[in-house]
Nanobody
Framework: QVHVVESGGGLVQPGGSLRLSCAAS????????MGWYRQAPGKQRELVAT???????NYADSVKGRFTISRDNAKNTVYLQMNSLKPEDTAVYYC?????????????WGQGTQVTVSS
């Protein structure tokens, strides 16, 4: 079992910045692919950004150039730096640990952290 815990959400004005953190348990964190997803009220959960074990990143078009995902394997932590925030970025942000084992693929999710962009 892998535990995933997000932190860093809050209320920010349009144009502002926030950094989300996600800590995941396990001795092989460096092998996990990690991702950030978000879900706004009345909408489906959507991908925001992912980072592979090798450090390759992928972003949703809506956040390219504004958000940056990174990881610190020594701290078992992945980050999402969010700049130039817009009201449409308001959502609950979830962290995902995607783990491939020899006979299965497992996904673990955190409880989510609320991000509200409003003046």
């Amino acid at each position: 079992q892998v535990h995933v815990v997000e932190s860093g959400g809050g209320l920010v004005q349009p144009g502002g910045s926030l950094r989300l953190s996600c800590a995941a348990s396990g001795r092989t964190f460096s092998s996990y692919a990690m991702g950030w997803y978000r879900q706004a009220p009345g909408k489906q959960r959507e991908l925001v950004a992912t980072i592979t074990s090798g450090g390759n990143t992928n972003y949703a078009d809506s956040v390219k150039g504004r958000f940056t995902i990174s990881r610190d394997n020594a701290k078992n932590t992945v980050y999402l730096q969010m700049n130039s925030l817009k009201p449409e970025d308001t959502a609950v942000y979830y962290c995902n640990a995607h783990i491939v084992v020899p006979v299965a693929v497992r996904d673990y999710w955190g409880q989510g952290t609320q991000v509200t962009v409003s003046s």
